[in-house]
């Protein structure tokens, strides 16, 4: 499980940051790709990795802004384009069907994939399999924003093999009946409970990826203990006035949520493109004072949630 | 007068190949600057140009495919960003309109420059004032494409300054009148004809800029003794009848309207991805057979058409 962001700036596109997108690849979990907001030219950073836009499952949008959803219509063009031929689902505040809906109409465009369009109607659950769930949350932005939290379910222990040999148990279709807990009668006439030859169940991790918003109590409830918090940080510290008045948060309040959320690790982006080069560094000092590890995402960065 | 490749691939962005803009730089002529198609990242490309956002005053879409209009709303909400404060005249098929709109609306994108938005209901002029004149014409692309053609005014001669002063007419307010042609009456009573002081009438540029499209008469009309025309070649010249099929032109085919035309120079652009590196070449050798000069499009190539 990784996050690449693909897109690391607010507002308008620059030189050194292109505007919203961020992949969490799932490949080992279950061989797919989600992408979270999509803004324009995403799918020509995707050129400059090795996603494959048909390995693309799902894609969640934050808000409607344009600086996260532009290029939605391209991509979706080109998923075709190339092959996509699986569903692909799309999950975004009410809005986002009539937009796919024209820009792919007016533009004759003709998905060879289905498409399913999910407008969300109320926080909570929106997504849920055997192993994920996805909770959406609102946040403050002015318009409609959405926060969400990625909850990899527990996977069940490992299967004891060397203490089922150690007790004569044999290899054989009678270890699946054990893996999955049940009492099973061996050949000898003993009977053994399954659940006594597997390891502890292994935590799930948790990833959560918010909109653009002010600092607010929905956020620590969707970053509560994350493995990973992303937060955006549109301005430095003492810009506070300007983010509240903007709906945006600044370094110091994203990292105030990361520690009063009990987040493992903090990465902020959307920076504003007033900030070049170096500013970044002094971004994170701010953020760090409160929070720490924190991160400051650049456009291609990759980062690692471990497996617990 | 210069026109700047911002896009010269086709159907999806590649590394060497954005897809379709065009930049007709006006800047001598009238301060600004006209855009003809608008993909997805023309935005991004401009970045690496000199070209200022807010001094494009027409954008002239060809068609409504996305590889040659997704890039228009965010190209938009930047120039507003960016200062743009100054009208922008948008010519297009019909559908232009609801695209522009919607997108706008769902993003909640506020202008705060005048937007005008020209669905273009027949074939003809569309634009005209005292330097330029702009027609559209129907080409054949399975949807509604046009080609543009930009014809620039023949320009007045310019005053005989020496001539005047050999006659002894001293240069003052007097000189506006006789380089509008007037007839004036001279301190010493001589009467002079103002067009007696004017040298020959400048003949005006044209420049044809085609959407996508089969082969036809309609680009021959377009292209008349133009001094450029740009044309699209998605496929090389034995492709022909996959260029039939989906409503493209071979390089051969290109050539052979600039030949009919007598236009002054050809410019190849929408390039396939299929053709990498030095197949470039090979493109421009099939073209040059039927027509020269001819040059193949790269993005940021810039090529001037002289003034006459
Ligand atoms: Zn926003
Ligand atoms: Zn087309």
């Given at each position: 499980m990784e996050v690449v962001f693909l897109g690391t700036g607010a507002g308008v596109p620059a030189k050194e940051r292109n505007v919203s997108s961020i992949a969490l690849q799932l490949l080992e979990e279950r061989g797919v790709i989600w992408l979270f907001d999509c803004a324009e030219a995403t799918q020509h950073q995707i050129l400059?990795?090795?996603?494959?836009?048909?390995?693309?499952e799902k894609i969640f949008i934050t808000h409607l802004h344009g600086d996260h959803l532009f290029g939605l219509p391209g991509f979706l063009g080109s998923r075709s384009f190339q092959g996509g031929e699986t569903l692909l689902t799309i999950y975004g505040p009410k809005g986002i069907k009539t937009f796919i809906e024209t820009t792919l109409a007016v533009s004759c465009t003709h998905l060879r994939y289905p498409l399913e369009i999910v407008e969300i109607?109320?926080?909570?659950?929106i997504f849920e399999d055997d192993q994920f769930c996805v909770v959406a949350g609102e946040l403050q932005h002015g318009i409609q924003s959405f926060g969400y939290r990625v909850i990899e379910k527990d996977l069940p222990g490992t299967l004891l093999v060397e203490k089922l040999v150690r007790e004569g148990v044999k290899p054989g279709p009678i270890y699946q009946q054990i893996k999955e807990g049940r009492t099973v009668r061996l050949d000898d006439g003993r009977e053994i409970n399954g659940l006594d030859f597997i390891g502890p169940r292994k935590k799930g991790r948790v990833v959560t990826i918010l909109g653009d918003t002010r600092y607010c109590e929905k956020s620590i409830e969707l970053a509560q203990d994350a493995d990973l918090l992303i937060h955006e940080?549109?301005?430095?510290?003492?810009e506070h006035e300007l983010a509240y008045n903007y709906f945006h948060s600044t370094t110091t309040q994203a990292a105030e949520v990361a520690k009063q959320a009990g987040a493992k690790a903090l990465i902020l982006t959307?920076?504003?493109?007033?900030?070049q080069g170096d500013d970044s560094q002094e971004l994170l000092g701010e953020a760090s004072k409160t929070y720490s590890p924190t991160y400051i995402a650049k456009d291609f960065m990759k980062y690692a949630i471990m497996a617990k």
């Open positions: 400059y990795t090795p996603i494959k836009p048909r390995k693309i109607e109320e926080e909570g659950i940080a549109t301005f430095s510290s003492e959307h920076i504003s493109s007033r900030y």
